[in-house]
């Protein structure tokens, strides 16, 4: 179910204004999280293990060189564990999603336009990476729910 | 990792106080989406399937009376579904979240106060539910992404 619009009672009001302009400068890099990474060769069984021990509702997949290769969510895993025993010996390259697939976010973008991505994308997660793939972090919607309460709490 | 806090200059602007004051004043049922519910007796398989068909994150278990009994969240299911072929034939009564563990919320308690107790409690969902713990909606963290959008689009 879509949210239901017009709380707000106008656009044209000042204050609300300065506030809106703020949260658009607000950037990724401000408010990204530790990515949790594993390999392409990481069992189904040690990525469900790494997803638990960490926290995370989904993990990113790089090669060698920190190069970002796909993105393995909670649902991802789920969908390939049930009833399938034979799933936890397999390697994540097989179920992970890959390019051109994933979704990403570069740094310097603001959190607004990373919330837009999800939203539009239907994701949990957005890897943070470089100009040249590098995986530097992660953003999800716990960061976005974060960011309501800080927002509510520093402007009170 | 947590956020980085003081991206806003000062909590004494008037135009920040105006704009955090309307947020306090939206609530859970402005924004709630429908929630999804299956019944203690649903089998693991059924419930996955369920929560892949309706796309959510976690499901409500209820009784025969539409009262609240459980939480199932992704995370519930892929711990029983790994390497656990048998686990597809289960009832969901046997592995989700009951009270007094479920954290939930009122309709007309604040979207702050969600926001809140999804942070403190670390959960996704919460089951909107009324004084006799009727499910009556969800509100999740997907919510308060779009309700962050909406914010941003609203006051601009």
Do not use: C, W
Not at 2 to 23: D, I, Q, T
Not at 69 to 84: A, H, Q
Not at 108 to 118: G, I, L, N, T, Y
Request: hydrophobic letters at 40%.
């Amino acid at each position: 179910a879509k949210p239901k619009v017009g709380y707000f009672p106008g656009k044209s009001a000042l204050p609300n204004y300065e506030a809106a302009k703020k949260l658009e400068q607000i950037k990724v890099k401000d408010i990204q999280s530790i990515p949790v990474v594993v390999k392409e060769t990481t069992t189904i069984h040690d990525a469900v293990v790494t997803l638990f021990m960490d926290n995370v509702g989904s993990l990113v997949v790089s090669d060698e060189d920190g190069t970002l290769k796909g993105v393995l969510s909670r649902k991802d895993l789920l969908k390939v564990t049930l009833g399938n025993p034979a799933s936890s010996t397999m390697p994540v390259h097989l179920v992970m999603t890959r390019q051109p697939n994933i979704v990403t976010i570069q740094p310097d973008q603001s959190v607004v336009e990373a919330a837009k991505k999800m939203i539009e994308h239907d994701v949990d997660t957005l890897p943070v990476i470089s100009e040249k793939d590098e995986i530097i972090g992660r953003i999800t919607k716990t960061n976005m729910t974060r960011l309501l309460l800080d927002l509510t709490d520093t402007l009170l």
